[in-house]
């Protein structure tokens, strides 16, 4: 089983079980809400951008 980022909250989500999936040029994101994947869409590039810099790590709670 493979997990993958939520690139909006940074949550790991499960892609077999996660409630919300986007594609983005060619690219599958799983998301763990529908609020989540709401926010991707509204701006993709916002969050794809922040990916990869030093995530800030713990202190940021996202709801469960
Ligand atoms: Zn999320």
């Given at each position: 089983m493979t997990l993958v980022k939520d690139?909006?909250?940074g949550m790991m989500v499960d892609p077999e079980t996660a409630p919300a999936k986007a594609v983005y040029k060619g690219q599958k994101y799983y998301f763990c809400a529908e609020g989540c994947k709401v926010a991707f869409e509204r701006d993709p590039e916002k969050y794809l951008a922040g990916?990869?810099?030093?995530?800030?790590?713990?202190?940021h709670h996202h709801g469960h």
């Open positions: 690139v909006v909250c990916g990869g810099t030093g995530t800030h790590s713990g202190g």
